[in-house]
């Protein structure tokens, strides 16, 4: 038998819609601030928004009269007729984002207009108006928000932890902030200044909101068409990251995802970054608002475009313009095959001959050399099938020789008595690692090796969160993070890690980018991620400088893991070429 749900129980079906989390609260709050004409917009949260968020802004403020209608479903001033959903301009227009957040959370308004004496204050719980005065109120609005999901127990329970409800607050914030750099902007949780952000340009915004380093690293996008307008900042490939974290899209001022604008964006950069990096972006599009439809998702963060397939060609070309005048397209690569390699060398500087790697221990007229490996190798005989093989990977009694060869940096070569025995130095550095680092996971302890010199770590805020809260697990995974004075340096990295690699900020960035997708949730599934990024990112510097000692250890410790033939990523780690192999490959 059909039924027409009551009113209370409809507001909570769509505040669902709406109101997921407190990041949606501040969302919308902070978005209709900017609709209201606002200059300056204050966001104050406590306990990550559970216990309270607070919105103040300067903008037109409200009439006692539109101050309680503001609360009824579907109550707005932005649409009439069926026409205006293809011209709109603003960010909220649907009239449901003010009565979900009364339906989930107890919330207090405080409004004055500019032509009014006296201002006016109305309360809501539960979509029920309880209260409405008179006050004393400056021009503006002050939403505050308490208590949310305090009548859906089962939502505020399901609520994430701290952090990570306070990292998708921040989220929303900077998404709001990097679309007017025009306004005052201001962020406090807990009572502590979290951004401070006032009127600038959209370089000095971007700078105030991901760091002054970043902002120095952007290169300007800008081109202007009849189909669409794009402009905006991308950076450079070398600041090329492998976790997403500084990747933007807007449309009219509004935030977007879109995984095929992407898409266009890293065919701009083919060639220029290490497969699997995402280059820093962002980027402001200008479309007619009759050839967008900004209304197909209840959080408005998708977008359709009606001419999207000429837009992506028109972002990738803008792109590479923009890459190719900052002089970071390729250039002609002549052939050098055969060339010696000659460093750069500064004026002034010495330069020591190179070295030669040899072994001491080897003596051409040993006939018996053979047996003198035999007598000094670990034995490898019982190592694993290779994959897609009957077998064992060796025959019995086959042990590893001394004699290591390099081929192209990338191979380590030796022999075997029933042929030659190759190894793909990256993946078994990674298979490696990947074990190292679940042992140390699961056993909840890591060897930590101090580094000569901390480094300092340039840290989103969410990071910086992360960092606090999750500084036990992260010493477990071997990183010495410390904070002094607001700054974050790292002071120990893992054992077998180099203290002079490129790739540590990078490592690190991974690290807690991992922990901020899994927040509180150090379970199975994340160690498995986060002892699988790190392997990945701790073998990408690896494949040059190998003397033979650092080789034989390599080869020692790879047949020390418990899977020494497949990589974590699922690849062959080695590969053994039989004496018939090589026969039938020479025969005349």
Not at 111 to 122: C, L
Not at 268 to 275: F, G, K, M, V, W
Not at 400 to 419: D, E, M, N, Q, V
């Amino acid at each position: 038998m059909l039924k027409v749900l009551p009113s209370h129980v409809s507001n909570l079906i769509a505040a669902g819609e709406v109101v997921q989390r407190p990041a949606s609260v501040v969302k919308e709050l902070m978005e209709n601030a900017v609709d209201a004409g606002a200059k300056t917009i204050r966001v104050l949260i406590k306990d990550s928004g559970r216990t309270l968020i607070q919105v103040i802004d300067d903008g037109c403020g409200m009439s006692p009269r539109d101050a309680e209608l503001a609360f009824e479903r579907h109550a707005t001033s932005k649409i009439e007729e069926i026409e205006d959903l293809e011209k709109l301009g603003t960010f909220g227009f649907r009239g449901e984002a003010l009565a979900s957040i009364a339906s989930v959370a107890e919330i207090t308004l405080r409004t004055r207009r500019a032509e009014d004496a006296i201002g006016f204050e109305v309360k809501f719980a539960e979509s029920k108006l309880t209260q409405h005065s008179e006050i004393s109120s400056p021009v503006g609005s002050n939403f505050i928000v308490r208590n949310i999901f305090y009548n859906i127990p089962a939502r505020r329970k399901f609520l994430k932890s701290d952090s990570s409800e306070y990292r998708q607050i921040l989220s929303e914030f900077t998404r709001v902030a990097l679309t007017r750099p025009d306004l005052y902007f201001y962020f406090t949780n807990n009572g502590t200044e979290i951004y401070n952000l006032p009127p600038s340009n959209l370089r000095q915004r971007i700078q105030g909101i991901a760091g002054k380093e970043l902002g120095k690293e952007l290169v300007e996008l800008s081109v202007d068409t009849t189909i669409v307008k794009i402009k905006g900042y991308i950076g450079k490939p070398e600041d090329s990251r492998k976790t997403p974290g500084n990747q933007y899209f807007f449309v009219n001022g509004r935030f977007f995802r879109s995984p095929y604008f992407q898409k266009a964006i890293l065919k701009a950069y083919e060639n220029l970054i290490q497969d699997g990096t995402i280059p820093s972006f962002f980027i402001f599009f200008e479309a007619d608002q009759e050839r967008i439809d900004v209304n197909i998702h209840p959080s408005k963060t998708e977008v359709k475009f009606e001419d999207d397939y000429a837009i992506f060609d028109i972002l990738q070309s803008a792109a590479r313009e923009s890459l190719g005048k900052n002089s970071f397209m390729p250039s002609i690569d002549f052939d050098q095959e055969g060339a010696p390699e000659i460093p750069k060398v500064k004026a002034g500087y010495y330069v020591p001959p190179p070295k030669i790697d040899y072994d001491p221990l080897f003596n051409p007229f040993d006939n018996d050399l053979e047996n003198r490996f035999e007598r000094r190798s670990p034995n490898y005989s019982s190592v694993s099938s290779a994959p897609g093989s009957s077998g064992p990977l060796f025959n019995d009694g086959a042990v590893i020789p001394k004699p290591i060869l390099h081929l192209a940096g990338r191979y380590i070569i030796t022999t075997l008595k029933s042929g030659l025995l190759v190894i793909d130095i990256r993946r078994a550095q990674e298979r490696i690692l990947y074990e190292r680092y679940m042992n140390s996971i699961c056993n909840e302890y890591a060897t930590i090796q101090q580094t000569l010199f901390p480094k300092e770590l340039i840290l989103s805020e969410g990071q910086k969160s992360v960092v606090n809260e999750s500084r036990a697990q992260i010493l477990q995974l071997g990183f010495d993070i410390r904070e002094e004075d607001g700054k974050y340096r790292l002071c120990g990295i893992p054992e077998g890690f180099s203290d002079d690699i490129e790739n540590i900020e990078q490592i690190t960035d991974s690290l807690l980018e991992k922990l901020l997708e899994g927040g509180q949730d150090f379970g199975p599934h994340i160690k498995e991620q986060v002892a699988l990024t790190l392997s990945r990112a701790g073998s990408g510097g690896i494949l040059s400088g190998l003397n033979n000692l650092e080789a034989q250890a390599l080869v020692d410790a790879l047949f020390a893991c418990k899977e020494p033939s497949i990589s974590p990523s699922g690849k062959v780690c080695m590969a053994v070429l039989s004496l018939n192999e090589l026969d039938n490959r020479l025969a005349l």
